[in-house]
């Protein structure tokens, strides 16, 4: 199963793609979607759009976890995120694939053990759980794998790697 894992963001939107082979979660692939600074919000929100559809497109992917927004934002944040946790679900529902929503502390409770933790701690767990050894560049991307670790794991088809 290839499970997208994707971290909504105005400036930037983390994926990651992860596909549980023999009993073990494995990266497949994982980055981030990054419109330009100088772009206005709806070209942002369509760039980020084109590409979790070139995403979605590009792979059979079986099913997409979405972070859901953290309620301890500023409005103004917060409705940016809204506009681009919209067109990332559009995308997936015109792709056909099903999609899955969780919010951050149930993310950081299912690869951390605590639904508080830093995003360091989040980036550390992700890194041992997929077995990485390249660090990952941002928190962005580490987050979004772990939407995608955390989804597995809810849905029973993932195993913490050790």
Do not use: W
């Amino acid at each position: 199963m290839l499970i997208l894992g994707i971290d909504p963001g105005g400036a930037s939107t983390g994926y990651g793609l992860v596909r549980l082979e023999q009993g073990r979660l494995v990266r497949v692939r994982s980055g981030e979607i990054r419109p330009s600074r100088k772009s206005t919000l709806p070209e942002r929100i369509r760039f980020i759009y084109d590409g979790v559809t070139e995403l979605l497109g590009s792979l059979a992917i079986d099913e997409v976890a979405v972070e859901d927004l953290y309620q301890g934002v500023n409005p103004r944040t917060a409705s940016r995120i809204g506009h681009v946790r919209g067109v990332v679900l559009l995308a997936a529902a015109e792709s056909g694939v099903p999609v899955f929503e969780y919010p951050p502390n149930e993310v950081k409770s299912a690869v951390v053990g605590n639904g508080l933790a830093t995003k360091e701690q989040v980036r550390f767990m992700v890194q041992r759980i997929l077995a990485l050894s390249a660090p990952i560049s941002s928190s962005d991307e580490s987050d979004a794998l772990a939407v995608a670790i955390c989804h597995c794991h809810r849905c029973g088809e993932g195993v913490v790697g050790r």
